[in-house]
């Protein structure tokens, strides 16, 4: 969720530092456009999604703040700790450190038999 903050931020620092005018200078025209870039790139990011990597959901940082704000924080929460063990595990295993992975693992497996909604989370489509 510190994305679309760090956008907002860049893109109103550039806005402000080179104001509008009618006489554009080359590093005035780059200041401007870097600052309207990062201030879309902030609402593109507000837009609730879910997105697909490599199979596995990923809820985007609009879609984690509404979760946020209608109460289902705690369930957005455990289910990101769940996809972050599950990339730890990858790169224990790319390692080669299989007993690091493998407890990952079947820690990420005794909470997916416990919670049938991160099954259907997890799940690839």
Known sequence: MAGPLANLAVGLFFYFTFPLSTHFGQETVVGI?????NILVFVVNLYPREESINGIKFNSDGLQIKKA????YKEAVGDELVLSNLL???DFFQQKSYDEAL???Q?????L????????YVAPR
């Open 69 to 72: 704000l209608m109460g289902e």
């Open 113 to 120: 038999n416990e919670s049938s909604e991160l099954t259907s």
């Open 88 to 90: 730890d595990g990858e």
């Open 33 to 37: 456009s870097f600052g309207i870039f």
């Open 107 to 111: 820690s990420n497996l005794n909470k």
């Open 103 to 105: 407890a990952l693992y």
